[in-house]
Every structure is written in structure tokens, then in C-alpha cells.
């Protein structure tokens, strides 16, 4: 094929512009067809160990083509075959003529269908948990540095009491190290379909050793050279598609989670508290180039979208799955498997990149606290009056009056917040004049939050990454 053909067919852009190289081979042919062929090989290995005519010449040449597919040879097979596991198992046996009898023996296709698939789930989990772990230890690193940092809250988008910059990450944190967890518990929890024939039952297998009890190691020993600890116990053709949703499940999961974490920054960045990494030569808008737009963020809310609806599709699959299988389950799952764990990948990938160069802009922020904590205040200035002797409801009077005073100046006059200069212009507040700036230090209207954080990473983030910490050097450039 000319190498400009490649642009005359439409390309997944989560493979052509996005994905990292280590989960596009994961789902690529070259993975799955190889597997297929390691697939054979156990189970040739195996049948002879348990007895059957196999030679070792037979195992020998068939390791030795293990990996030179002729994918021309397999796209020709299948035309005419309609069928893609027997155009692959004449293609290794033309390559094999010694072994060729034994291959593929007493197997359905799901052997190598659903093993294989099951083997790329497993080894997609495996190249997503570092990168998470990567993403929650940039993202700790961040909560430490800001912990006590003061910051406006927000509750439904508006001004709500101070917390800190570290804590807010905290919040982030915490969803992540549940989709940690999860998708540690999904990727320990996958087992291997095994050699269970056409339904399940390992009739196939009962037949080619006469009868003995010897078909349980057969499943035993091809489970264990696949590296999987267990097998299903009981499938029918395939193993069961409720796998699938809960593979898929935790990472939809994960997804809402990093386009919530993409949103706040989004958000952030429009007030211009935070902003994501800029390059020295990004351009961030064709027609006004002055402007920083967030697109790493609105590139991990845009796929995380995606990841989260690719979840009806197994949900569906596995609800019409009828008795023993339906083959309504294939083309499916060859689009929404695949693209479920690029994606992940890619705004994994992405994430950390914007972890790894949040900015802070402290004086903003502080000039944000300066407009809004006047009017929090107000609460400590009663208790203060109190305590010097005044009374209650005549302190709230008074500084009711003066607040909607300072809110229409704020709103209606575009003005500055000026409360607090009509309190310090009232004698009636003469008593605690000197106090007022201890009174309106940000650093006390934020409760715990910084020894909250300390105790968060200590107890929670920094020992889940234990595991990870060989693969926490590992930093993401972003070609696009």
C-alpha cells in the first residue's frame, strides 16, 4: 500500500493522534494474532504432556513461527472462509506442515477468542494503574505544596466559605484513589476462560482422552502458561459478558472523574486561579491571540465523554447474550473493549501532563478572598462586639444594614466591596477597630483543611502508591 493511502480511509484518532504506543500494540493485530498462535502452542504443550501423540518436533516448529504471520495470506484465508480463526489456523499451519494436524485441537474459538481478549484486559489494566498512580502522585505533590493556601470555596458557583487550593485537590484525589482501587480490584478479579469447548463443557476434551479426569489439568496447566492464577469454573461458549461490564464499568468510572477534575480547572482557569501548562509557542485561539484557552482540560472532558457512554454497550451486550452465546456480541466488542481502554489511556496521559504544570497565581486568588471575605466575616465581627460588650441584634442590625449597603455599591455600581471600610467609618465599632485584621485573616476561615490534607496523603494517597513507586519517574511530553 502507498504510504499516502493511508489518508484515504478514515483512522481512529484515539490510535492515529492520541494513544500512547504501549495500548495501541496492546490492541493492535500484531498482539491479538500472536496471542493467538502463543494460545495453541500451551494448548499443544499441554495435551502432550497429558498424553496424546504430540512430538516435540511438532511444539518446536511451532514456536519457531510463533510470530511471522503472513497477514496477507489470513486476509485472503478469511475472504474465503468467512471465517477469521480457521483463515489463522491454515495460516500458521502452511507455515507449519509437521504440526499442522495438532493445532487448534479440541478447541472452540473462543479458546483463542476470548482468552486472548481476556489477556488484553489484563494487560491493559497493567499499563493504566501506573499512570493513574502517576497522575494521584503529581496531584499530591501539588495538594502538599498548596495546602494551606487559602482559596474561596464554591458551592453552586458562587462564593461559599475559604478552603485551601491543597484541599480542593484533595477532593480530586480522593475520586482517584477510588478508581484506583478499583481498577486494581477489576484487574485482580479477571480470571482466564481456560479450555472449556464449544459450551462449556469440555465434551471435546472428555473425548481426546478417552474419558479421564485428566481434562481438569488440561485447563489447569493452559491457565497457569497464560499467567492467569484461576479460570472461570464455568462458561458457556464464551465467558460471561458481565466481565466486560465490569472492566468497562470502572473505567467509565474513571472517566467521570477526570472530567470533573477537568471541569474545576476549566472553571479555575476562567478566573484565572489555575491554569494548565502552556507551551512558549501554543497558540491558544486562531482569532484572539491573546487568549490561554484550557484545551488539555477540554481534551480530557471531550474523550472522558466518550469513555463514559462506551459503558451501554456491554451493559446491552451482556443483557442479550442468549443461553450458551450469540455471535451479536463480536463486532461490538472488537470497537467499544478497545476504544474504552484508549481512551482511559489517553486522558490518563493527558491528565498528568497537566499535573505535572498546574500554575498558581497566589495574588489572584488572595485579590478574589479580599473581594468576598468582608461579607464571611461578619459572623466573627458579631462574636467580637459581643465579647467587648455589645449586644447581639443590634451588632447584626448594624452590619446587615451596612452589608446591603456594600452589596449595592458591588452590584449595582460595579464597584469594589467596601464593607469593610463603612464598619471601620462606624463609632459603633470603635471597640474593635484593632482587631479587625486579625478578624479578617484569611488563614482563620479555614478550619483544618491543611491538617487535613497531611493526614489524607499520609493515611490514603502515599500508601497506595507503594506499588508503583519503580514507574513514578516516567513523565509525559504531549505530541498534541
Known amino acids: 500500500m502507498e504510504a499516502a493511502d493511508e489518508f484515504v480511509k478514515y483512522r481512529s484518532p484515539l490510535v492515529s493522534r492520541y494513544a500512547s504506543k504501549e495500548m495501541a500494540y496492546n490492541f493492535s493485530d500484531r498482539k491479538k494474532f500472536t496471542t493467538w498462535r502463543k494460545l495453541w502452542i500451551y494448548l499443544a504443550k499441554a495435551e502432550k504432556a497429558l498424553g496424546l501423540p504430540i512430538t516435540d518436533a511438532q511444539i518446536l516448529e511451532l514456536e519457531s513461527h510463533a510470530e511471522d504471520i503472513d497477514f496477507a495470506m489470513a486476509a485472503e484465508e478469511e475472504r474465503k472462509l468467512r471465517h477469521d480463526v480457521m483463515a489463522h489456523v491454515h495460516t500458521f499451519a ?70 485551601t487550593v491543597g484541599k480542593r485537590a484533595c477532593l480530586w484525589l480522593q475520586d482517584l484513589a477510588m478508581d484506583m482501587r478499583n481498577l486494581q480490584r477489576a484487574r485482580d478479579d479477571l480470571r482466564f476462560r481456560g479450555v472449556k469447548g464449544t459450551t462449556g463443557t469440555q465434551a471435546s476434551f472428555l473425548q481426546l482422552f478417552q474419558g479421564t479426569m485428566i481434562r481438569c489439568e488440561l485447563d489447569r496447566m493452559v491457565t497457569e502458561m497464560a499467567g492467569f492464577k484461576k479460570a472461570y469454573l464455568v462458561t458457556g461458549q464464551t ?72 459503558l451501554s454497550d456491554p451493559l446491552q451486550t451482556a443483557s442479550v447474550q442468549w443461553l450458551e452465546r450469540t455471535l451479536d456480541d463480536s463486532a461490538n466488542r472488537r470497537i ?95 471597640p474593635i477597630l484593632g482587631q479587625l485584621d486579625a478578624l479578617l485573616d484569611p488563614k482563620t476561615f479555614i478550619g483544618r483543611a491543611p491538617q487535613q490534607v497531611a493526614r489524607f496523603l499520609s493515611e490514603e494517597v502515599r500508601p497506595l502508591l507503594e506499588p508503583y513507586k519503580a514507574k513514578m519517574d516516567v513523565k509525559i511530553e504531549l505530541e498534541l
Open 94 to 163: 502452511h507455515c507449519c506442515p509437521t504440526a499442522a494436524p495438532i493445532i487448534h485441537l479440541g478447541a472452540t474459538s473462543c479458546y483463542v477468542g476470548d482468552n486472548t481478549d481476556l489477556i488484553m484486559l489484563r494487560d491493559g489494566f497493567d499499563i493504566l494503574l501506573p499512570k493513574l498512580a502517576r497522575v494521584i502522585d503529581r496531584l499530591a505533590n501539588f495538594a502538599e505544596k498548596y495546602a494551606d493556601l487559602p482559596t474561596l470555596g464554591f458551592t453552586h458557583y458562587q462564593p461559599a466559605q475559604l478552603t
Open 239 to 310: 465467558y460471561s459478558r458481565k466481565v466486560d461490564i465490569d472492566s468497562l464499568s470502572n473505567l467509565a468510572s474513571l472517566g467521570a472523574t477526570v472530567h470533573k477534575i477537568c471541569t474545576d480547572i476549566r472553571l479555575l482557569a476562567n478566573l484565572k486561579e489555575i491554569e494548565e501548562p502552556f507551551e512558549k509557542e501554543q497558540i491558544g485561539s486562531s482569532a484572539m491571540p491573546y487568549k490561554r484557552n484550557p484545551m488539555r482540560a477540554e481534551r480530557c472532558c471531550s474523550l472522558a465523554r466518550h469513555l463514559v457512554a462506551l
Open 336 to 430: 467499544s473493549l478497545p476504544e474504552s481502554f484508549l481512551t482511559a489511556d489517553i486522558i490518563l496521559s493527558t491528565l498528568q501532563n497537566i499535573t505535572e504544570g498546574l500554575v498558581v497565581y497566589p495574588k489572584v486568588i488572595e485579590r478574589h478572598i479580599r473581594h468576598e471575605l468582608p461579607f464571611m466575616a461578619t459572623e466573627n465581627i458579631i462574636m467580637a462586639m459581643v465579647k467587648a460588650g455589645g449586644n447581639r441584634q443590634d451588632c447584626h442590625e448594624k452590619i446587615r444594614v451596612l452589608s446591603q449597603q456594600a452589596a449595592a455599591v458591588v452590584k449595582q455600581e460595579g464597584g469594589d466591596n467596601d464593607l469593610l471600610a463603612r464598619v471601620q467609618a462606624d463609632p459603633y465599632f470603635t
